[in-house]
Nanobody, 126 residues
Framework: QVQLVESGGGLVQTGGSLRLSCVAS???????????MGWFRQAPGQEREFVAAMPWSGSTTYYGSSTRGRFTISGDNAKDTVYLQMNSLEPEDTAVYYC????????????????WGQGTQVTVSS
C-alpha cells in the first residue's frame, strides 16, 4: 500500500500564494514501478479536475489548462515529498486538492491513479 498525506491548504486572498505538500510512505512505495505523481482538485458540485503531474523520477511536468503558468509541481525524492506551488490564486481555484500516485506517466485522468490522499482545502477569497 502507498499512503499519501497532503498539507499546506488554507485561506488566502486573491493574488496570493500557497504551497501544498504531499508526503508518500508505505512499504511498497519505494518499489512502486515508475510512479507518476499527480495533483487534482474538486470544488463542490464539480468533477475532479486535473491540476498537474510529474514522474517520481524525472523532470517532465504536465499541467491542466487552467493552472499552467501559475502552478508548479516539483518533488524531493530524499523526502518522499511532492509539492504544488500555487501563485496568482483566484477564487476559481477554491477546491479540495488531492495528491495521487499512479503508473501512467503524465496522465490527466483520475482513473489512472491508484492511490489518493485525503485532500486539503484551499479557499481563495475575493
Amino acid at each position: 500500500q502507498v499512503q499519501l498525506v497532503e498539507s499546506g491548504g488554507g485561506l488566502v486572498q486573491t493574488g496570493g500564494s500557497l504551497r501544498l505538500s504531499c508526503v508518500a510512505s508505505g512499504p511498497t512505495f519505494s518499489r512502486y514501478s515508475g510512479p507518476n505523481m499527480g495533483w487534482f482538485r474538486q470544488a463542490p458540485g464539480q468533477e475532479r479536475e486535473f491540476v498537474a503531474a510529474m514522474p517520481w523520477s524525472g523532470s517532465t511536468t504536465y499541467y491542466g489548462s487552467s493552472t499552467r503558468g501559475r502552478f508548479t509541481i516539483s518533488g524531493d525524492n530524499a523526502k518522499d515529498t511532492v509539492y504544488l506551488q500555487m501563485n496568482s490564486l483566484e477564487p476559481e481555484d477554491t477546491a479540495v486538492y488531492y495528491c495521487a500516485a499512479g503508473a501512467r506517466r503524465g496522465s490527466s485522468w483520475h482513473g489512472d491513479y491508484d492511490y489518493w490522499g485525503q485532500g486539503t482545502q484551499v479557499t481563495v477569497s475575493s
